[in-house]
């Protein structure tokens, strides 16, 4: 009897248990590495969508043929929703958006309307992550989708890549997702900085051209505004607090024999402090911003005494200090606040920024900056603080 009783329970358990009743075989699914937004016609919503080719065609030795890992589909709609619904029309299957990589936006289409109508799907969606990547492109969002990738699958992939690269290595752009991009918008100036997008020629006049992700394109109240040039990123990033490391040029003073000649230093650690006084009408900010160096390439200066090494250390303070504050005086023609600092005074004394916030992109024009910079030189890279051939 005790047998029977737990036969019994053990198949009432099985009926208990789920399955996957609704699931969706991969044959059913197109999977989307990234996307183009564009303005389309009559005011519609033009969207290219990169798919990735499960399967390429290989010879009969093993080898690859050129048949490339993607294909792109367009369709045009009155809203992104619409154009997405769209895509089985054409591609016979259903996209699925787990594994999307980038979205990017033509910049005429970025002044027109603002991005947050064309991300709501992205942030509704169960599939989207917020890690996907953001870009705002100079002209048309779709030709970079067709550019062929350098070592990647997908040019999508290759510009993924790129975007965490250049912000990681070169500080020439910054590292950005729907995450941290929503975060900006939410904020109380509703500003945001997204990676900038751009073809060059390739030198020697060759008719390829090469994407770079460098710069920045800035969003007020969702919309483009404009476009920082990426050698103030790095000095955008320094007072924001997020800078760690890169290259700084420091020109030679006077330059040799009229030339413009520069040395290059590396900066191995950075710290920021950003203190705020608020009066009743303005504020004045004060950043203390901490460098530590190591010489990667010098052209003019010799270090042979603490007294040379001081010296030097001044040059590059006073070589900061001027591009930030050439950074900030941009900033403030601009009347744009990249640096957060609404919201700082928000946080601080929230009565008198809802006095301030109305005509705060006048205000922030209106401030005064006082800028802190402290270089130590940490290593000089061999056992000489010279040219190694200058004579």
């Not at 009897?1 to 059913?28: F, K, N, Q, V, Y």
């Amino acid at each position: 009897m005790s047998r029977r009783i737990g036969l019994a329970a053990s198949l009432s358990a099985l009926c208990l248990m789920t399955g996957c009743w609704d699931r969706a075989e991969l044959p059913e699914k197109g999977f989307v590495m990234g996307i183009a937004i564009d303005e389309g016609r009559e005011g519609k919503i033009s969207l290219a969508t990169q798919i990735y080719r499960p399967s390429q065609g290989v010879s009969s030795i093993g080898a690859k043929t050129a048949e490339t890992a993607f294909v792109n589909i367009t369709t045009e709609d009155k809203t992104v929703a619409r154009a997405i619904r769209d895509i089985p029309i054409n591609l016979g299957r259903k996209a699925q958006w787990s594994h999307i990589r980038l979205i990017m936006i033509g910049d005429k289409l970025a002044r027109k309307r603002p991005i947050t109508e064309l991300l709501e799907f992205f942030y509704r969606d169960h599939e989207p992550r917020l890690t996907i990547k953001f870009m705002i492109t100079n002209g048309e969002a779709y030709p970079f989708l067709q550019l062929k990738p350098y070592i990647e699958n997908t040019i999508s992939q290759q510009l993924f890549q790129s975007e965490k690269a250049a912000a990681e290595n070169s500080t020439k752009t910054i590292d950005m997702d729907l995450l941290k991009l929503g975060l900006q918008l939410k904020g109380e100036t509703g500003n945001a900085v997204v990676p900038y997008l751009y073809e060059t020629q390739e030198p020697l006049k060759r008719p390829e051209k090469t994407p770079n992700v460098a710069g920045l394109a800035l969003l007020k109240k969702g919309k483009l505004v404009g476009v920082m040039d990426p050698s103030m990123v790095e000095y955008l990033q320094m007072l924001t607090g997020v800078y760690k490391n890169g290259m700084l040029d420091i020109p030679c003073r006077p330059s040799p024999e009229g030339r413009q000649v520069k040395e290059v230093v590396e900066a191995l650690n950075s710290q920021s402090r950003l203190q705020t006084s608020i009066g009743p009408e303005s504020a004045t900010v004060r950043f203390q911003i901490k460098i530590d160096l190591a010489l990667i390439e010098l052209a003019c200066t010799k270090i042979k005494t603490s007294s040379d090494e001081r010296k030097f250390a001044k040059q590059v303070e006073d070589t900061v200090r001027e591009r930030i504050e050439e950074t900030v005086d941009w900033m403030k023609e601009q009347k744009f606040d990249g640096i957060g600092l609404g919201n700082k005074i928000n946080a601080k004394n929230p009565k008198l920024w809802k006095k301030w916030k109305p005509d705060w992109d006048s205000r922030f024009a209106r401030t005064r900056f006082k800028i802190d910079v402290k270089v130590k030189l940490k290593t000089s890279g061999t056992t000489i603080g010279k040219p190694v051939f200058k004579k």
